[in-house]
Structure formats: structure tokens, C-alpha cells
């Protein structure tokens, strides 16, 4: 296993574990992009728990979840 693989393999651990997740976590978690994530933001279908104007976006593990299980893209 690359050095890559191996952050990348620890990132999702860590995802798992966290009750809130950055734009970083939700992308490893759904597959999404972070544009289409910045995207579904704008038209309202996520909203962040926290959203601070060029600071860090965080979410609530549980509403992405949900949000990944309902299927929604």
C-alpha cells in the first residue's frame, strides 16, 4: 500500500469516528466532489452546521448520512 493510499485509508477511519465532518470528510464519505458539495450548498439540498465566509464548512455527521442514505446527489 502506497503512502497515499495509507493517508487516504486513515482519512476515511477518521471520517467515521467524527461527529463533525469538513468539506474534506464529506467527500471521502459520499464520493461527491467538492464543487458539487459547494454546489448542492447554494441550492439548499446541505446545509452546514457551520459556514463561515473563507473559513472552514462543517456538517453534522448524522444530516450527511441521512443525506447519503436518502440517495441524494
Excluded at 468539506?23 to 448542492?40: E, M
Aim: aromatic share 4%.
Amino acid at each position: 500500500m502506497s503512502n497515499e493510499e495509507e493517508k487516504l485509508r486513515l482519512r476515511l477511519l477518521l471520517a467515521q469516528e467524527k461527529q463533525l465532518l469538513d468539506i474534506k470528510d464529506v467527500q471521502l464519505l459520499s464520493g461527491l466532489s467538492s464543487s458539487t458539495i459547494h454546489r448542492r450548498i447554494n441550492e439548499k439540498k446541505l446545509k452546514p452546521i457551520q459556514h463561515v465566509k473563507f473559513g472552514k464548512i462543517l456538517f453534522s455527521k448524522t444530516q450527511i448520512q441521512a443525506w447519503i442514505d436518502s440517495g441524494a446527489r
